[in-house]
């Protein structure tokens, strides 16, 4: 089964407000990054997060990591129409050759 | 600089050919990772180059698929008799080293008729 479990699967909102993402995994990581895909070609990385951080920024981006719980949450304030694309979480593995891992991903849609 | 490229962007085969497809990553990158995306899912990790040591091929669906990577260059994903269910998208990303950000590819787009 897959590391990384985003949830929702798609969410829906209206330009100006927040939306916010989140992501399951299953065992110990080293770091945990979100990406960004536009039109189902190639993928944007937006943020990294290493597992002794618990917060991280870039911008309107705020990424949040609980490793008791084995979570994260994406949060994008003040969206825009042009955040509308498709949101993935990996996660690099401690052991194993570090493998990164990415989750099914969730589709945001930002209505203008 | 340069981002990672691949090649063929679009490739529409027959069931049963044979079909390679090529990744040039980001100079000085030792990490080359090979995933494949059918429509509306997730990324199905490949296999993984890392510098010299030995790849990590657990991704691999069956025995049809290989890859090769010469050094810390060039990448080739290999489909031999392809089928239908090959069809998807598939990206290549590299990393300045294992555990970090992964610059991808805009992707190869193979259908398989």
């Known amino acids: 089964s897959q590391q990384g479990e985003e949830d929702p699967q798609a969410l829906s909102i209206q330009e100006g407000e927040n939306a916010t993402m989140n992501c399951s995994y299953k065992?110990?990581?080293?770091?945990l990054q979100w990406y960004r895909q536009n039109s189902g070609r190639g993928l944007v990385h937006l943020i990294l997060?290493?597992?002794?951080?618990r917060e991280k920024h870039s911008g309107r981006l705020r990424v949040t990591l609980d490793t008791s719980k084995k979570s994260s949450s994406l949060l994008i304030t003040a969206s825009r129409a042009a955040d509308t694309a498709s949101y993935f979480c990996?996660?690099?593995?401690?052991?194993?050759?570090?493998?990164?891992?990415f989750g099914a991903g969730t589709r945001l849609f930002v209505k203008a | 600089g340069a981002g990672v490229s691949q090649s063929p962007s679009n490739k529409v085969t027959e069931k049963g050919k044979d079909v390679e497809l090529r990744c040039d990553p980001i100079?000085?990158?030792?990490?080359l990772y090979w995933y494949r995306q059918r429509l509306g899912q997730g990324l199905e990790f490949l296999i993984y180059?890392?510098?010299?040591?030995?790849?990590?091929k657990s991704g691999l669906p069956s025995d049809r698929f290989s890859a090769e990577r010469t050094g810390e260059s060039v990448s080739t994903l290999t489909i031999q008799r392809t089928q239908q269910e090959d069809s998807a998208v598939y990206l290549c990303?590299?990393?300045?080293?294992?555990?970090?950000?992964?610059?991808f590819g805009p992707g190869t787009r193979l259908t398989v008729l």
């Open positions: 990303a590299s990393s300045p080293w294992r555990w970090d950000t992964q610059y």
């Open positions: 065992t110990s990581i080293n770091n």
């Open positions: 997060i290493r597992s002794n951080e």
């Open positions: 990996a996660t690099v593995a401690n052991t194993g050759g570090f493998k990164t891992i």
């Open positions: 100079s000085g990158h030792t990490a």
């Open positions: 180059f890392q510098g010299n040591s030995a790849p990590d």
